[in-house]
């Protein structure tokens, strides 16, 4: 009788074991592929910068307002991933955007500062085709050489460095997600 006892609360003890084991995986598979995916979201919205940052430089562009065909050409060839890119100031005010953003850009202050100005920093946005993961970077455009001499150069205040400016990137969730699925 008392060998029963001790093989039925051995089963019971090894069954909520497993059913705790079960639990915990899942949990963490879900926190993972969460992480996973912002990691990949965030990667895939610095491979865009370069990619604006290349147009630029071969289109000759040195405005933010002068890469509307870029902004659009980069979004029109991924509609299902990128649901809006905008060019922001420091203040951050809208430049030039491309799709239909949702909520206020994110204020460029929020952005951790590095040398190397691939830190980014994100928010998750709810629009009407899922969440969206908003990326901020800094955008870099070469700058113009100076009409002459004794000029300012375009992007410059007098006694202040050159003008900032940052992209932020909304990509759909769920268009990393499925890769993790």
């Known amino acids: 009788v008392m060998r029963i006892i ?8 090894g069954s909520l ?51 509307s065909p870029v902004l ?3 979004r029109e060839e991924e509609p299902a991933k990128i ?4 060019v922001i100031d420091i203040s951050g005010n809208t430049l030039i955007q491309d799709g239909t953003p949702v909520g206020s850009p994110i204020r460029p202050e929020r952005l951790p500062r590095s040398a190397d100005g691939t830190t980014s920093t994100s928010q998750i946005r709810n629009t009407e085709r899922g969440k969206v993961q908003v990326t901020l970077l800094q955008l870099r455009l070469s700058r113009r050489p100076p009409p002459n001499p004794g000029a300012r150069e375009p992007g410059r205040r007098s006694g202040v460095g050159p003008v900032t400016w940052f992209i932020e990137i909304a990509q759909y969730r769920d268009s990393a997600s499925t890769a993790f699925g």
């Not at 001790?6 to 003890?13: D, E, G, K």
């Not at 926190?31 to 940052?53: F, H, M």
């Not at 147009?55 to 040195?62: A, N």
């Not at 649901?83 to 905008?86: D, E, F, G, L, Y």
């Open 6 to 13: 001790w093989f039925h609360l051995s089963l019971a003890v």
């Open 17 to 67: 074991l497993g059913l705790l084991l079960l639990v915990q995986s899942i949990a963490t598979y879900y926190q993972v592929s969460r992480i996973l995916v912002t990691a990949e979201l965030r990667r895939q919205a610095l491979q865009q910068t370069a990619r604006v940052e290349r147009g630029t430089q071969r289109l000759g562009i040195r405005e933010p307002a002068e890469l």
């Open 72 to 74: 659009k050409e980069i």
């Open 83 to 86: 649901a809006w890119i905008r």
